[in-house]
């Protein structure tokens, strides 16, 4: 079956409409560009075709590109990936030029694009390849390139085009975040030409092919003096510009994100040589992120799998769970945050606290949100409106009846916690599930106050709740297939990725984010430079170092943790050190952020200033410092040992979770892929050789878990192909 259809109509405008057959949302193959080829082959060759109109026949123009034919382009090895690029770059080139005399610039026939909706990726890249893009006013359409989040960049042109069409400096969100617009804001960013109404989207297409003049077919770059907008690197403007944003570039990836290198040097570079070079040289910077490990780790994580995982890929197969009036007990910092997530997805909200002012403080966290949100135009008064009048709140817990889900998020107390639980299960009726967002509590042991252990779940929100994408799930001993169900269900209500774990002490982001910050801590405690420290995080794209971290967490937490992990272990508790320097840090009252002091220090305003000098003196740093990758090493396997233990002790379950988990949950390194992906990249062997160095310097906390052991020994990897050969 065909992707793309042909239609002429009486006056001589053909029309090739893309839609790709079974699938809702047209992706792209190489088999439909040799489609399109043959079209526009047609066209330009066929006298009695004036022009030409490329739509869609979906709703939405094009997601992009099958991810699937850039997997098989990585098998073939670089050079087919660069035969392939160069194959889609020709195609796109002839509806460039379509057919015009380079040296008269007369003769070509005007081809435009027709957007309906959605246009993204190479379904951006193609249009930019007309002569003049429409867009339908649907404010829901997303127009714009992607492809830098998930480890690669525009390729399919894009690069050049944009840069060329834009300058560097205003293609740099589109091309360097990734930046999406509605059709209206991607008309004022320059991208697209025309936004109108939808009936008259394909009227205003073909009005344009037929009065089309030969100097409306001549795209700047192919004109004489054509000039790069904002100056290439060689004018003073543009050299200004560019150096800049290789500062910002690698200021903002420490480096450890080959995309965005490769995307700037295709910009650079392609900016000092004609059209047709420039498209060689995207080619093959292309070619060079497509081969680097790292973007394959990256696109199984962070769309594949991600996707996956929120389609409800270990959803158990129980009938529709959908949440339709929600009870929160504890309207605190997370509850109030759950509440307002819950009510903007269109749940009914009935918010408790122990007294009406407490609940009421809960929903004006809602509105001071939604307030935010009517300042930068993405929320309406009547939205406003419509939200908050979805939370009830209350202090009676009768309010509590007909609710199908109660999230409880009270103090983190054992006690309190069974308490409220009882209270609600008795106001809710029999059919309720109870989900507790406790961050430490074993979720067994909480279950103890369920009168109906099987309906009670972990559902863990990360704060700031509106903000993180990842809900960690967790099975308790008793949970049922139901309860896994309704938290599945009610997470995919407000669009944010789950994962599903076992219970265990800290589950599974907890458990792989404190070793971090403890081994951290425990340099300093040694006498390694924390700037040292901080920095060997930062450039291995850890978000925050773990000192940072703490101290945006709160030393107070760390401290309370701590004493609890402490009671609950005994004589095997392994971080009596790191617990020195945190009890001195919070003796002084120096608790993180929220007091304007901790590892940092922080001007009245909040903004933080520096190391604070204080640390230094108490933990002077050793003349002979430890290297820069020992550093990495240590941090990276605080993390990644404990993910494997997880999996080895069947909390985690799917090494999807555990990868898509740490990057969303804690910002695990994104450029690897994950915990199991960067092992994947560099092979169980060497993981293990890895181990081994760090155990016989640092302590057994490094020994290599028997899972890791085997792998090595065997040359498996998590993913099915043993790792290359990319080290940190
Ligand atoms: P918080 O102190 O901000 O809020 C707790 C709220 O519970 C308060 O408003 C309090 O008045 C209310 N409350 C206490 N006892 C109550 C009772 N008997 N009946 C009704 N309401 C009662 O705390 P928080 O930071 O929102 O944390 C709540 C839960 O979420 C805890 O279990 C915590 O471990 C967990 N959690 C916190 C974070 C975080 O970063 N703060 C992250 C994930 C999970």
């Avoid at 392939?84 to 057919?99: D, F, K, S, Y």
């Avoid at 700037?264 to 081969?291: C, H, N, W």
């Avoid at 910050?517 to 924390?530: D, F, L, Q, T």
Wanted: aromatic share 6%.
């Amino acid at each position: 079956m065909a992707d793309f259809i042909w239609d002429l109509d009486a006056d001589g405008v053909a029309t090739i409409t893309w839609d790709t057959p079974g699938k809702s949302m047209n992706v792209m193959s190489m088999a439909g560009f040799a489609e399109l080829d043959a079209l526009i082959d047609r066209a330009l060759t066929d006298a009695a075709v004036k022009g030409v109109v490329i739509t869609s026949g979906k709703k939405d123009f094009a997601g992009g590109m099958d991810l699937n034919v850039l997997a098989g382009m990585r098998a073939g090895g670089a050079r087919a990936i660069f035969d392939g690029v160069m194959q889609m770059h020709t195609v796109l080139r002839r509806i460039e030029l379509a057919g015009m005399d380079f040296k008269t610039k007369k003769g070509a026939k005007p081809i435009v694009a027709a957007l309906p909706g959605t246009a993204l990726g190479i379904g951006l890249e193609l249009p930019l390849a007309t002569h003049r893009i429409f867009a339908a006013d649907n404010p829901k359409a997303k127009i714009g390139l992607p492809e830098i989040k998930v480890g690669i960049f525009p390729g399919g042109g894009g690069t050049t085009r944009v840069s060329r069409k834009l300058g560097a400096m205003m293609a740099a969100p589109i091309l360097l975040e990734g930046r999406l617009s509605d059709p209206k804001g991607a008309k004022a960013a320059g991208l697209i030409d025309e936004v109108v109404p939808a009936d008259d989207l394909i009227g205003a297409a073909k009005a344009w092919v037929l009065a089309a003049k030969d100097a409306d077919l001549v795209k700047p770059w192919d004109d004489k003096g054509y000039k790069f907008p904002g100056g290439a690197p060689y004018h003073p403007a543009g050299f200004m510009t560019f150096v800049g944003a290789s500062a910002m570039v690698n200021g903002k990836t420490q480096g450890v994100f080959p995309a965005a290198k490769a995307l700037l040097s295709a910009v650079y570079e392609g900016s000092l040589v004609p059209f047709d070079q420039a498209l060689k040289i995207e080619a093959r910077q292309f070619t060079s992120v497509l081969m680097n490990p790292s973007s394959s780790a990256m696109i199984r994580s962070l769309f594949i799998n991600k996707e996956a995982l929120e389609k409800g890929a270990n959803r158990p197969k129980v009938a529709d769970q959908t949440v339709k009036r929600l009870g929160v007990l504890g309207a605190g910092m997370m509850g109030a945050g759950i509440a307002y997530v819950a009510a903007n997805a269109g749940i009914e909200v009935v918010l408790i606290d122990a007294t009406q002012e407490a609940a009421d403080r809960g929903r004006a966290h809602s509105e001071s949100l939604l307030d935010k949100g009517i300042k930068r135009g993405r929320v309406s008064p009547a939205q406003k409106d419509e939200v908050l009048s979805r939370i009830t709140t209350t202090t009676d817990y009768a309010a509590l009846r007909g609710v199908d889900l109660i999230v409880e998020a009270v103090f983190e107390d054992a006690k309190v916690k069974a308490g409220v639980t009882k209270l609600a299960e008795e106001a809710a009726g029999a059919d309720v599930i109870l989900a507790t967002n406790t961050s430490t509590l074993p979720i067994t042991g909480l279950a103890a106050a369920s009168a109906r252990p099987e309906n009670y779940i972990g559902i863990h929100f990360f704060s700031p709740v509106d903000k993180m994408m990842l809900v960690e799930i967790i099975r308790g001993k008793k949970t049922g297939d139901r309860a896994v169900a309704k938290a599945l269900d009610f997470v995919r209500q407000f669009r944010k990725t789950p994962i599903v774990v076992n219970d265990a002490r800290f589950f599974y982001a907890n458990r792989c984010i404190i070793p971090y910050i403890n081994e951290g801590i425990r340099m300093v405690a040694e006498g390694i430079e924390p700037a040292l420290v901080e920095n060997a995080a930062k450039l291995l794209g850890m978000p925050l170092g773990p000192l940072q971290l703490v101290d945006e967490t709160s030393i107070e937490l760390g401290v309370k943790i701590a004493k609890a992990t402490k009671a609950a272990m005994g004589a095997d508790y392994p971080d009596e050190a790191v617990d020195r320097v945190i009890f001195w840090l919070a003796d002084q009252g120096r608790l993180g952020r929220k007091t304007n002091a901790g590892f940092y220090d922080y001007s009245e305003k909040g903004e933080r200033l520096g190391l604070w000098e204080g640390l230094a003196r108490k933990y002077p740093a050793d003349k002979v410092q430890l290297s820069l990758a020992d550093v990495q090493h240590r941090l990276l396997m605080a993390q990644v040992l404990e993910a494997v233990r997880a999996l080895e002790e069947g909390v985690l379950t799917d090494i999807r979770e555990g990868d898509v988990g740490a990057i969303l949950g804690w910002g695990f390194a994104p450029w690897s892929g994950g915990p199991f992906g960067w092992l994947d990249i560099i092979g169980a062997a060497r993981a293990v050789q890895i181990c081994r160095e760090l155990t016989a310097q640092f302590g057994r906390r490094f020994e290599a878990p028997a899972l890791l052991r085997e792998m090595a020994e065997k040359g498996t990897a998590f993913y099915g192909q043993p790792g290359a050969t990319r080290a940190a």
